[in-house]
């Protein structure tokens, strides 16, 4: 089974960018549907952005569009998210997962079967 591994995370001031990225321990991510979800403390795991397994289609939760791009780095097997313009409300852990969902359970947890342990990201001044 895939083993994710996220980086990048960090400390970084408001409108800051930071660009995590998941690789899979011994693989490529090339053939994987990639989706990247967000928790904060106190709250509910929510979806962030995701990148289909073919097609290259890519979804962004309400909140990161415009600001987050989901980037397939085919070189190097891994899936990055750019992340500019940050505010302290992106402030959560990030956990990037594989999967095959279909298309109306793209921006739901369930819909994903391999996680990584996640990177912290927080924005603040």
């Known amino acids: 089974q895939v083993q994710l591994l996220e980086s990048g995370g960090g400390l970084v001031q408001p409108g800051g960018s930071l660009r995590l990225s998941c690789d899979a321990s011994?693989?490529?991510?090339?053939?994987?549907?990639v989706a990247w979800f967000r928790q904060a403390p106190g709250k509910e795991r929510e979806f962030v952005s995701a990148?289909?397994?073919?097609?290259?289609?890519?979804y962004y939760a309400d909140p990161v569009k415009g600001r987050f791009t989901i980037v397939r780095d085919k070189d190097k097997g891994r899936v990055s998210l750019q992340m500019d313009s940050l505010k302290p409300e992106d402030t959560a852990v990030y956990l990037c997962?594989?999967?095959?969902?279909?298309?109306?359970?793209?921006?739901?947890?369930?819909?994903?079967?391999?996680w990584g342990q996640g990177t912290q990201v927080t924005v603040s001044s």
């Open positions: 997962a594989v999967g095959t969902p279909i298309l109306s359970q793209i921006r739901f947890a369930d819909g994903y079967h391999t």
């Open positions: 011994g693989r490529t991510l090339n053939n994987y549907g």
């Open positions: 990148l289909r397994r073919y097609g290259g289609v890519e």
